[in-house]
């Protein structure tokens, strides 16, 4: 049986996948949140007003605010021990 080209077996990189997930995960929440705020929570508001959501323009700030702490400590929680 032939083994293939150069790939290491997976199971060598089950322990990083946790690391992985965290980083990327961190990282979509942390350009997302980066977007609202830059673009301003104004027109984040807008649109969730379209939505039947209550109170847009408070949720909106909220979501805009909490997106760079809760992206920022998911990549964070990679890196402790």
Do not use: E, N, Y
Not at 12 to 39: C, E, N, Y
Not at 41 to 61: D, I, K, M, N, Y
């Amino acid at each position: 049986m032939r083994r293939g080209v150069g790939v290491a077996p997976a199971h060598r990189f089950q322990s990083a996948a946790p690391a992985v997930a965290r980083l990327i995960a961190g990282a979509v929440m942390t350009v997302h949140g980066l977007d609202k705020l830059v673009g301003g929570p104004a027109g984040f508001g807008a649109f969730l007003s379209g939505t039947s959501v209550p109170a847009p323009t408070v949720t909106a700030w909220a979501v805009t605010l909490g997106r760079q702490p809760a992206g920022s400590s998911s990549s964070w929680g990679c890196c402790r021990g």
